[in-house]
């Protein structure tokens, strides 16, 4: 199971940060990643961390803006968005696969978080 936390209303130019907390069996888990949908728009690829290596991979609209990071220990990953814009808003999915690869593909995730709500005005 995978659960979002965190999301919220800020104002352009300000922080949030995501948490993401996986039960279960977490083990199976080599990859993780944050994916975002706009109403209307398609699911998209935001970050991604390799749950072993901690390599990460980073969609070029949130480059140098938005940090994924794990915390083994705890099974939660987080995402830390600065310098959020309007174009941020959107709904905010947690999801694990088991292939080491990183990905920003959503068909190459298979469990998924209900997302959290993030809207930037």
């Known amino acids: 199971q995978l659960v979002e936390s965190g999301g919220g209303s800020v104002q352009a130019g300000g922080s949030l940060t995501l948490s993401c907390a996986a039960s279960?069996?977490?083990?199976?888990?080599?990859?993780m990643a944050w994916f975002r949908q706009a109403p209307g728009k398609e699911r998209e690829g935001v970050a991604a961390i390799s749950t072993g290596s901690s390599s990460t991979l980073y969609a070029d609209s949130v480059k140098g803006r938005f940090t994924i990071s794990q915390d083994n220990a705890n099974n939660t990953v987080y995402l830390q968005m600065n310098s959020l814009k309007p174009e941020d808003t959107a709904m905010y999915y947690c999801?694990?696969?088991?292939?080491?690869?990183?990905?920003?593909?959503?068909?190459?995730?298979?469990?998924w978080g209900q997302g959290t709500q993030v809207t930037v005005s």
């Open positions: 279960g069996y977490t083990y199976r888990y080599n990859c």
């Open positions: 999801a694990a696969r088991m292939r080491w690869a990183l990905s920003l593909d959503p068909r190459a995730f298979a469990k």
